[in-house]
């Protein structure tokens, strides 16, 4: 235990209006004001460059290699068919897959609980025409979401979707 004097002394020195240093605290604030000055200004949209499909670096564009099944296209369009498949692809990836499954079965993550349809059942296969499937991913359907895709991954999609059957 403290003697009494002891504690009249603890006691007064935190009481004092100088108690608290001023100078780091001081320091600190002048420290934080070009952070918290930084982080209120949004980017100029002029120092943003456009996004371009070959920016993309994620582990499911194979590496710039075209998809599974898919030939490197030739010719002067090789380019711009190359981006075409890596995107159809990422969106199968991103969009599709988690209901439908990476093969197109309705075993995605999601694909049980909302019963998603079996795009590779060969009768179902056989009784949809591409536009049905381009119509049906374009509005939705039941709990499947619409998405607005530009019309050559659209059908990349379809023809992605026509490789499934059977398999």
Do not use: Y
Request: glycine share 8%.
């Amino acid at each position: 235990m403290l003697p009494f004097r002891a504690v009249k002394e603890t006691t007064a020195r935190a009481a004092r209006p100088g108690g608290v240093r001023p100078i780091p605290l001081l320091l600190a604030s002048l420290l934080a004001l070009p952070v918290v000055a930084a982080c209120d200004q949004a980017p100029s949209a002029d120092s943003l460059p456009e996004w371009k499909p070959s920016d993309h670096h994620s582990l499911d564009d194979n590496g710039g290699a075209p998809a599974s099944g898919q030939q490197a296209p030739a010719g002067k369009n090789a380019a711009a068919a190359t981006d075409t498949a890596q995107l159809v692809e990422i969106t199968w990836r991103q969009q599709c897959s988690q209901c439908h499954g990476a093969m197109g079965r309705g075993d995605g993550p999601n694909g049980p609980m909302l019963h998603t349809r079996d795009l590779a059942d060969p009768e179902w296969q056989a009784k949809t025409s591409d536009a049905d499937i381009a119509a049906t991913i374009r509005a939705g359907k039941d709990k499947m979401p619409k998405f607005d895709l530009p019309d050559p991954v659209m059908q990349g999609l379809v023809a992605r979707i026509r490789q499934l059957k059977g398999s």
